[in-house]
């Protein structure tokens, strides 16, 4: 599920495991460095809850997820986005108080002007 200008929007896109040939197998996320060389070749990673069979399979056209992927990317890009300036301009202000902090201090010890 992925929230939307809050709403839900709700995707899953299954697929036959080639293991059980259930209908129950979705996708996962990649992990390690064999799904990111895959990922080059358009092999994306899917999972069979039954059998726990992970298997890639070749995207050649678009995706039925590929809309779904690209605006979760973004939201996380931006929620990424938003985070950092916020992390920023914490930082900021706590350099800007630090100063201020040390000029006062420096101002009424004996001997520091």
Do not use: Y
Not at 53 to 75: I, Y
Not at 83 to 109: D, E, P, S, T, Y
């Amino acid at each position: 599920m992925l929230p939307v200008d809050n709403r839900i929007i709700e995707f899953q896109v299954q697929m036959i495991c080639p293991q059980c040939k259930e209908d129950k197998a979705h996708r996962t996320p990649r992990q390690g460095i064999a799904d990111a060389l895959a990922s080059w070749f358009r092999l994306k990673p899917w999972l069979c809850p039954g059998c726990k069979t992970r298997f890639r399979v070749r995207t050649d056209g678009p995706s039925p997820l590929f809309e779904a992927e690209m605006r979760m990317s973004e939201l996380t890009r931006s929620k990424e986005w938003r985070n950092f300036r916020r992390n920023w301009l914490g930082f900021v202000i706590a350099g800007i108080m630090l100063a201020l902090g040390v000029m006062i201090v420096l101002r009424f010890v004996p001997g520091g002007q």
